[in-house]
């Protein structure tokens, strides 16, 4: 196992760590999210493959933007970093829609794509109260209220599942910079990745949970129809949080990709 601090633009460095042998594997968390997302799936997958994870900029041990960035760029220094060629690409939430469009704007770099509770570029979500309510909280600077609607909206299984305390101690330490990160990253909207979805041409599977918000459920649909090929699982007993609700379960089907 090593760590490295990638370097980034805007003198970013992103906390990088890479552990196991054989094909590269790169893992993606969502936003008021890091690495330790994977906690519970990452020694496993270095068991199978050459497995990457880091911390989005700004996010957990990664430093906070300084200057406009993207995440797709982000990515592509860990890749170059690390001198990889393609990788299998695995992201949830925010990490999905990250992976989904680095392989539209990249696919010669992409061996395959695992899309977890994946959001998409383009996906034109419903309004509601809540989700309402989410989106100002996530663009806002009270962290306190951030952290509770994404632990209310995206975790509603809450202390009765498997993992709680590792997701409310990252969402809330996270939420606190989350404010300083949004403003900082760079968005493409003429880019709408499911306008798209015809040109993924890498094996891909989609995964969700049968208690996550029902509009992850509409997208994960929405990507299995018009990606070629794809598969789509959905994992019992799970919300949006499945590296942490399910890991084992998550684990044989990212391995199978």
Sequence with gaps: MTIEHVPVSGEGRLWTEKSGDGAPMVLLHGSVHDSRLWDSVFPELAL??????????????????TAPFSYEDDLLAVLDHFGIERAALVGLSMGGEVALDFTLEHPERVRSLTLVAAS????????????DAYTAANRGNDPDR?????????APLGDRAPGYPAIATMVTENAKVQAVVEKG?????EEDA???????????TIVVGDHDHPEIGVIARRLAEGIPGARLEIVAGADHYLPLRTPERLTEIIVRQ
């Design 185 to 189: 990253h760079i968005r493409f909207p």
């Design 146 to 154: 951030l952290a509770e609607m994404e632990l209310a909206v995206w």
């Design 48 to 65: 199978h493959r050459t497995a990457i994870r880091y911390d989005a900029r700004g996010l957990g041990r990664s430093t906070l933007p």
């Design 120 to 131: 998409a570029g383009g996906h034109d979500w419903p309004q509601s109260p809540e989700l």
């Design 194 to 204: 499911v306008e798209h979805l015809e040109r993924v041409k890498v094996p891909t």
